[in-house]
């Protein structure tokens, strides 16, 4: 735990270079958390070693078994997709060692999140103390393959800040050749182009329920169209690692943060912001996915990739709040709770992530 508790006190202690030095001060931070991410363990992370243990078979798979054309290679029936299995390729054309997968998929993760936070975040401490904490790092420690399409997700908001949908398409796509699950970033580009509130979130809302309900049904039609979806099949419901009790904590805090942006924004024009509006579309998406993971556990880690709205959300909102004052104390309030939100987290369930006590590699080659 104290690594971590480490990092957010630099992260915090140098913040007051990002004023002038905004690149520089993303790219130190950046490059502590990419070497925690890249250095870590194999059994740091819930599912490391799973893909530790598989980087030399999926190195030898042979492409055919993905068919040749575009609908089987982007749907296809095996467990790991095409994209994923050609990094795993390229990366043991070099060497043969798996920690070289860590470090590969972490630089990749690091980089496009830093662009994308240098490009449209106002408050980058503010948005690596949320990334840290709220377990967008722990997830990047774990889900290699989800992560790395969740990186190429957040990238691809530029595309929709510039009302560019073909960029935005191929990369979509080319996310999903890393986790299918990236699809569901695809609807955030037309949903985006609407005005935040209330209204529509409940018509958005009573267009999801009949999902819902009809939730058995809703999966046999995607695992008719996607067949590596019933890999995850069996796992509906309680996925026995975290549970209800995880999906309650966590959608009662994204609906709770969800809403307060929205009082400390709605007096103030703030939500006629393209970002802002954007990143409340995100979150309040999120928690209508969290919502399903009652129905289908893996939809929890689906939800992260809206919910990072967070890191763009508050760092953004908050400056420009006319009130300087009020400003501060929300920050300062939002630091502590989410310290102490990972904190109680990683300590009294530490089995949630898996990255405590964290632990550095043993030997170039070991665990």
Known sequence: MAIYLWLIAFILGASPLQK???????????????????????????????????FSALANTSLSTYGNNFFSILFSKNRFEYGYVVLNKIIYFFSKNPRWLLIVSATIIVILLGYILYKYCEDSSLALIIFVTMGFMSGSMSQIRQYIAWAICIFSIKYIIKNNFVKYLITI??????????????????????????????SFSIIVMPIFIYFTQFSNLVGSIISSYDNYDGQIA????????????????????LLLAVYLYKNQNILNNQIINLSLWMLFCGCLVMILSYKFSQFTRLSTYF?????????????????????????????????????????????????????????????
């Open 307 to 367: 919910t990072c709205a967070i890191m763009f959300l508050f760092p953004n909102g908050l400056n420009q709040l006319k009130s300087t004052e009020l400003k501060n104390i929300v920050k300062i309030l939002l630091i502590s709770f989410m310290i102490l939100y990972f904190v109680i987290i990683n300590t009294l369930k530490p089995l949630w992530t898996c990255i405590v006590p964290y632990h550095f590699m043993t030997s170039w080659w070991g665990y």
């Open 20 to 54: 002038q030095y905004k690149k520089i001060y993303l790219t130190l931070c950046l490059f502590f958390i990419w070497i925690l991410i890249a250095f870590r363990s194999y059994f740091i992370g819930n599912d490391t070693l799973t893909y530790v243990g598989s």
């Open 238 to 257: 309680n996925n026995g690692t975290t549970g209800y009790l995880s999906i309650t904590i966590n959608l009662i805090t994204f609906i709770l943060l």
């Open 173 to 202: 796509i080319i996310a999903m050749l890393f986790h299918i699950s990236a699809v569901i970033f695809f609807p955030l580009y037309w949903i985006s182009k609407l005005k935040f509130n209330f209204l529509k979130c409940f």
